[in-house]
């Protein structure tokens, strides 16, 4: 309920961005939003157990699957549809998937599920970490590759942008470990607001700044659907494929749970950081934004009910 919450709020952001996109114009937004991608990223530090990586080393294969699904194959199928887009590469709905689909895995939903899943814990904890430092230099590069003669983007900028807003934080709240590492994960629900309300904010000032530009006015209807309609297939083309990738690599069915549920998944976190890094105030960033915000929903709802039947498999066993 938490989670749907969330999605709501989200939802809701959006909403108050139509009706009144410099409703809180009073506030220094922009300001607020850096110091949020700052503390999400020094508090992600200070959670950061160097020994549940270190217990997860062992499993390579699922490593190796896991991320060369995030980084390699979820671009690709986004490169496989860039025809179906007339405008190629300067598409601002194409530009949105590839975005989508160079981001990293999440990090609690994954472990969550596969939890309940009854799954390896320890190999979702591994992939959903390590996807998360990856995601830092393999999504700008992606886009650097792509992207570079169609828009603004620069790669050693982004990077720079990067290392200041993420990186560094990261590695304070890593030094930072030892001396409140365990006052943050004991009261791990109460800092999650923080990372839930930075992106809120980013939601809203991203849709404000689509909607006073009338960006969506020049996106139909048609083409939005086509968009939604990419990401239900790439779900269902990951997972049932990774299922199938399982099997024949002979996986034990907790392994197999951990790699379909962190190879389908993408953050909305690191895709609302990103976002925000990397195009700054761009009309376009809620557009950018969306593939992921209906992903992650849908990502939500379809594994909360793949990881009961695997749940109920297990006890049935």
């Known amino acids: 309920m938490k989670i749907n919450g969330f999605i709501v709020a989200i939802f809701a952001a959006i909403i108050i961005a139509y009706f009144l996109p410099q409703g809180i114009e009073v506030l220094p937004l922009s300001t607020i939003i850096d110091v949020g991608i700052g503390l999400i990223f020094f508090l992600y530090g200070l959670k950061l157990a160097p020994s549940e990586i270190k217990a997860g080393l062992k499993n390579y294969k699922s ?3 896991i991320q060369l699904t995030t980084f390699v194959i979820f671009p690709l199928l986004a490169l496989a549809c860039l025809p179906l887009f007339k405008e190629g590469t300067t598409s601002q709905l194409w530009i949105a998937l590839f975005f989508f689909a160079t981001l990293p895995s999440t990090v609690s939903s994954s472990v969550v599920m596969v939890s309940i899943a009854k799954g390896n814990i320890p190999t979702a904890i591994f992939n959903a970490s390590l996807s998360g430092l990856i ?3 393999a999504t ?3 886009l650097e590759i792509f992207l570079q003669k169609s828009t603004s983007f620069e790669f050693t900028t982004v990077l720079l942008k990067l290392f200041l807003q993420i990186i560094l934080p990261l590695v304070l709240g890593l030094f930072f470990q030892k001396f409140i590492g365990d006052f943050v994960k004991e009261h791990g ?6 990372d839930k309300a930075t992106i809120i904010l980013i939601v809203y000032s991203s849709f404000s700044n689509s909607f006073t ?3 969506f006015q020049t996106v139909s209807v048609g083409a939005l659907l086509k968009l939604f309609g990419l990401i239900v297939a790439f779900f269902f083309i990951i997972y049932f494929g990774l299922n199938v990738l399982c099997n024949a690599l002979h996986f034990d069915i907790k392994d197999k749970i ?6 389908t998944k993408k953050s909305l976190v690191h895709g609302s950081v990103m976002v ?3 195009f700054g105030n761009s009309a376009a960033t809620g557009l950018l934004l969306l593939p992921i915000m209906l992903f992650h929903s849908l990502q939500l709802l379809i594994i909360a009910y ?3 039947r695997y749940g109920k498999r297990k006890i049935m066993e």
């Not at 951990?258 to 190879?263: I, N, Y």
């Open 63 to 65: 490593h190796l699957v």
């Open 135 to 137: 995601g830092i230099f």
């Open 140 to 142: 700008p590069l992606w």
């Open 189 to 194: 629900k109460k800092f999650g607001l923080v």
């Open 213 to 215: 530009s009338d960006l």
């Open 258 to 263: 951990a790699t379909q549920f962190c190879g």
């Open 276 to 278: 925000k890094v990397i």
């Open 306 to 308: 793949f990881a009961e």
